[in-house]
Antibody, heavy 116, light 112 residues
Framework: EVHLVESGGGVVQPGGSLRLSCAAS????????MHWVRQAPGKGLVWVSR????????SYADFVKGRFTISRDNAKNTLYLQMNSLRGEDTAVYYC?????????WGQGTLVTVSS | IVLTQSPDSLAVSLGERATINCKSS????????????LAWYQQKPGQTPRLLMY???TRESGVPDRFSGSGSATDFTLTISSLQAEDVAVYYC?????????FGQGTKVEIK
């Protein structure tokens, strides 16, 4: 059974940093592109970033470009999102998503709250 | 690519048809394989999104056949042929033509 378990969320002050992790199991992690998708409270789904299966290519939404960095460790079956210079509008549940083409599996999400 | 759903919300009587539209700012039809890179998801309160349809019209395993998807290139539709109480949710379209995904803003479906 596929499991994606995010961790690392919490409350952080504006301008602060957090590192999210997503531990994957139940599938061959190294074969899949991985994405981060976020959802602000009461709002819709918003794509944040993606990384190719071997980690050789990454992309970011414009609103996080230069502040967030996606990475992965295929030996540890883990996806990461380093978030710097956090802003109030980054407050959201962050989902780790595996993808063949469309989204295949979603984690339960981790809540990031940016507030002073 | 920007996806625009309509309506933002709709209320439908039990057993009646619900129709949600999704318009893409550019074609998501890949000419080399004639596939539309569009999916539909259902999200119930407090839950993660559930895949309903992919390739615009292929139903995910386990999804009831009252759900159907249609359309091509830039205009797509998700239809619930006979609305059930358990279908109350927010529905999202998503393009994966571009590896930088995009989602529609969501359509909230309620019971009238």
């Amino acid at each position: 059974e596929v499991h994606l378990v995010e961790s690392g969320g919490g409350v952080v002050q504006p301008g602060g940093s957090l590192r999210l992790s997503c531990a994957a199991s139940g599938f061959t992690f190294s074969n899949y592109w991985m994405h981060w998708v976020r959802q602000a409270p009461g709002k819709g789904l918003v794509w944040v970033s993606r990384i190719k299966s071997d980690g050789s290519s990454t992309s970011y939404a414009d609103f996080v470009k230069g502040r967030f960095t996606i990475s992965r460790d295929n030996a540890k079956n883990t996806l990461y999102l380093q978030m710097n210079s956090l802003r109030g509008e980054d407050t959201a549940v962050y989902y780790c998503v595996s993808a063949s083409y469309h989204a295949d599996y979603w984690g339960q999400g981790t809540l990031v709250t940016v507030s002073s | 690519i920007v996806l625009t759903q309509s309506p933002d919300s709709l209320a439908v009587s039990l057993g009646e048809r619900a129709t949600i539209n999704c318009k893409s700012s550019q074609s998501v039809l890949y000419s080399s394989n004639n596939k539309n890179y569009l999916a539909w998801y259902q999200q119930k309160p407090g839950q993660t999104p559930r895949l309903l349809m992919y390739w615009a019209s292929t139903r995910e395993s386990g999804v009831p056949d009252r759900f159907s998807g249609s359309g091509s290139a830039t205009d797509f539709t998700l239809t619930i042929s006979s609305l059930q109480a358990e279908d109350v949710a927010v529905y999202y379209c998503q393009q994966y033509y571009d590896s930088t995904w995009a989602f529609g803003q969501g359509t909230k479906v309620e019971i009238k």
